[in-house]
């Protein structure tokens, strides 16, 4: 376990409130701060009126914050902060100061104050705020920490799963070509998930390039007529590369609802990306399961944009003038906070206009200079022509060398609306069939065995990647033993095995 940070001095327990130190030598500041700071009993006030009673206070009980008063008679608040960075760092500080000089702010911020307030204090509610605001990051901080320890013992223990199976894996001396030919299939099935085919937009037209950078990838994106007149265009990038990233991106299109169910009216952008947030939210919450996805409603009649974003790269729209409108991000990336909201913005499309829509993907091949990426893009949508707009990007691939030393790091998905670039055409690319990396022939050396293994609240869930026999039964069984629960169902998935005997199959199936 990593000892890069330290955990807290006096962890809270679940049900402990939450407790303020205020430190200063005028009872009518007590009585003040008492007033503004307690809230119906849910955080623990104290007040001392010296350092010294604080040090007392600080050796002895927990606090998440302490609220002092630079001049004091015995000793003042900076001092203070000083022997509390050696013997208690635990709690923030927030400084108050009669005198409000910037030598004094300076020196309490270097401390590590959180905040720093003069007085006659101008709004207590700003006080109020920042201690809020102080707590809240500390506990932030704390589940920070209890995640980063659970997942470092995770890793830990996955680390020492995979030696054992790859020391398995040596006798074997398995190929490769059953898994490679597993993640082909699965490029085949990821593409029919895109549209094959472009709905009729009256004076628009849709163009659409997809490249990923390994078989299967995260990007996704789908052009879906809602109506007589209006069209939803979808894009959406899942966090990592490969198989995973994959499965999120297809896991976010299921979710997706654009219209109520109940009413069956069409469903506002911004409405559309809650709601599969807080599928996501709730159903797959892990640290590095997130999603950006940009949602635009079009009207193809009148020309009406309507687009939300979720962490995504900026909506372009390129004017028949040259100038460029950016719609930035309108939320937070989709399956972090159940409860995001996100906001939404409209404009039109004029003849002339072009609107884009992109992976940061496109950055690899645009930006030229590695340095002003969406302004290399923005420079490629002035220039893009109405014959082939995508050319450039659609042959990227091929110039650079799919996988060479300078192969497509990312995955790229490109989607572009006008009504001057000819006619609609989507360019899924073609799955790959070539191995993903050259056979050696040499069979003392087999790739890795891998048991992967997940749950949730109703299931628990084994994956076998490799060759399953006689070999590695025992220790299978004994993975799947330790994970079982009498409340939760354990669903088996050998899509990925390349091979099972009968004695592991006597294993998965016992009597």
Same mark, same amino acid.
């Given at each position: 376990?990593?000892?890069?940070?330290?955990?807290?001095?006096?962890?809270?327990?679940?049900?402990?409130?939450?407790?303020?130190?205020?430190?200063?030598?005028?009872?009518?500041?007590?009585?003040?701060?008492?007033?503004?700071?307690?809230?119906?009993?849910?955080?623990?006030?104290?007040?001392?009126?010296?350092?010294?009673?604080?040090?007392?206070?600080?050796?002895?009980?927990?606090?998440?914050?302490?609220?002092?008063?630079?001049?004091?008679?015995?000793?003042?608040?900076?001092?203070?902060?000083?022997?509390?960075?050696?013997?208690?760092?635990?709690?923030?500080?927030?400084?108050?100061?009669?005198?409000?000089?910037?030598?004094?702010?300076?020196?309490?911020?270097?401390?590590?104050?959180?905040?720093?307030?003069?007085?006659?204090?101008?709004?207590?509610?700003?006080?109020?705020?920042?201690?809020?605001?102080?707590?809240?990051?500390?506990?932030?901080?704390?589940?920070?920490?209890?995640?980063?320890?659970?997942?470092?013992?995770?890793?830990?223990?996955?680390?020492?799963?995979?030696?054992?199976?790859?020391?398995?894996?040596?006798?074997?001396?398995?190929?490769?070509? *059953?898994?490679?030919?597993? @993640?082909?299939? /699965? %490029?085949?099935?990821?593409?029919? !998930? #895109?549209? +094959?085919? &472009?709905?009729?937009?009256?004076?628009?037209?849709?163009?659409?390039?997809?490249?990923?950078?390994?078989?299967?990838?995260?990007?996704?994106?789908?052009?879906?007529?809602?109506?007589?007149?209006?069209?939803?265009?979808?894009?959406?990038?899942?966090?990592?590369?490969?198989?995973?990233?994959?499965?999120?991106?297809?896991?976010?299109?299921?979710?997706?609802?654009?219209?109520?169910?109940?009413?069956?009216?069409?469903?506002?952008?911004?409405?559309?990306?809650?709601?599969?947030?807080?599928?996501?939210?709730?159903?797959?919450?892990?640290?590095?399961?997130?999603?950006?996805?940009?949602?635009?409603?079009?009207? *193809?009649?009148?020309?009406? @944009?309507?687009? /939300? %974003?979720?962490?995504?790269?900026? !909506? #372009?729209? +390129?004017? &028949?003038?040259?100038?460029?409108?950016?719609?930035?991000?309108?939320?937070?990336?989709?399956?972090?906070?159940?409860?995001?909201?996100?906001?939404?913005?409209?404009?039109?499309?004029?003849?002339?206009?072009?609107?884009?829509?992109?992976?940061?993907?496109?950055?690899?091949?645009?930006?030229?200079?590695?340095?002003?990426?969406?302004?290399?893009?923005?420079?490629?949508?002035?220039?893009?022509?109405?014959?082939?707009?995508?050319?450039?990007?659609?042959?990227?691939?091929?110039?650079?060398?799919?996988?060479?030393?300078?192969?497509?790091?990312?995955?790229?998905?490109?989607?572009?609306?006008?009504?001057?670039?000819?006619?609609?055409?989507?360019?899924?690319?073609?799955?790959?069939?070539?191995?993903?990396?050259?056979?050696?022939? &040499?069979?003392?050396?087999?790739?890795?065995?891998?048991?992967?293994?997940?749950?949730?609240?109703?299931?628990?869930?084994?994956?076998?990647?490799?060759?399953?026999?006689?070999?590695?039964?025992?220790?299978?069984?004994?993975?799947?033993?330790?994970?079982?629960?009498?409340?939760?169902?354990?669903?088996?998935?050998?899509?990925?095995?390349?091979?099972?005997?009968?004695?592991?199959?006597?294993?998965?199936?016992?009597?």
């Amino acid at each position: 376990m990593s000892t890069s940070k330290t955990p807290p001095l006096y962890p809270p327990a679940a049900d402990t409130p939450d407790a303020v130190l205020i430190v200063d030598d005028n009872t009518a500041i007590h009585q003040m701060l008492q007033g503004v700071l307690q809230r119906d009993g849910s955080r623990q006030l104290v007040s001392v009126k010296s350092a010294r009673e604080a040090r007392e206070r600080l050796l002895a009980s927990r606090f998440d914050v302490v609220v002092t008063d630079i001049s004091m008679p015995d000793e003042d608040g900076l001092s203070l902060m000083r022997w509390a960075a050696e013997h208690c760092p635990d709690p923030d500080w927030i400084v108050l100061t009669g005198h409000g000089t910037l030598d004094a702010a300076i020196q309490a911020l270097q401390l590590g104050a959180f905040d720093f307030f003069t007085k006659p204090l101008e709004s207590l509610t700003a006080l109020d705020h920042s201690v809020s605001n102080a707590i809240e990051r500390r506990r932030l901080m704390r589940e920070g920490d209890r995640l980063h320890r659970e997942l470092e013992s995770a890793n830990e223990e996955l680390k020492e799963k995979i030696g054992q199976l790859e020391s398995a894996c040596r006798l074997l001396g398995e190929q490769a070509e *059953t898994i490679h030919a597993d @993640l082909r299939r /699965a %490029s085949v099935i990821q593409r029919a !998930l #895109l549209p +094959r085919k &472009a709905p009729e937009l009256g004076r628009f037209a849709v163009r659409a390039l997809y490249r990923p950078s390994q078989v299967v990838g995260g990007d996704l994106y789908d052009v879906i007529r809602v109506d007589s007149h209006r069209t939803a265009l979808v894009m959406a990038d899942a966090a990592g590369h490969g198989l995973s990233a994959a499965m999120l991106a297809v896991v976010f299109r299921q979710q997706l609802s654009l219209v109520d169910s109940d009413t069956r009216q069409v469903l506002e952008p911004s409405e559309v990306l809650e709601r599969v947030n807080r599928a996501l939210a709730e159903d797959f919450a892990a640290p590095s399961l997130f999603i950006t996805a940009a949602y635009a409603l079009l009207d *193809t009649r009148s020309g009406t @944009l309507c687009a /939300a %974003s979720a962490g995504h790269t900026p !909506l #372009l729209v +390129r004017r &028949a003038s040259g100038k460029i409108d950016r719609i930035p991000s309108t939320g937070p990336a989709l399956g972090l906070y159940e409860n995001a909201r996100f906001g939404q913005q409209e404009l039109e499309l004029h003849p002339g206009d072009l609107l884009l829509l992109h992976s940061d993907g496109a950055y690899e091949v645009l930006d030229s200079d590695h340095g002003k990426p969406l302004e290399a893009v923005e420079q490629w949508l002035r220039g893009a022509g109405k014959s082939d707009p995508l050319q450039r990007i659609a042959h990227w691939d091929k110039d650079v060398g799919a996988h060479g030393p300078n192969a497509q790091a990312d995955d790229i998905t490109i989607l572009l609306v006008g009504s001057d670039i000819g006619p609609s055409s989507l360019d899924n690319g073609t799955p790959a069939h070539a191995p993903l990396g050259a056979s050696t022939g &040499a069979t003392d050396a087999p790739p890795p065995v891998e048991v992967l293994m997940g749950s949730d609240s109703d299931h628990i869930a084994v994956s076998l990647r490799g060759r399953a026999d006689w070999s590695r039964s025992a220790s299978f069984y004994d993975s799947c033993a330790q994970a079982l629960d009498p409340g939760r169902p354990l669903i088996l998935d050998l899509s990925l095995c390349q091979h099972m005997d009968s004695t592991f199959l006597g294993t998965c199936c016992p009597r």
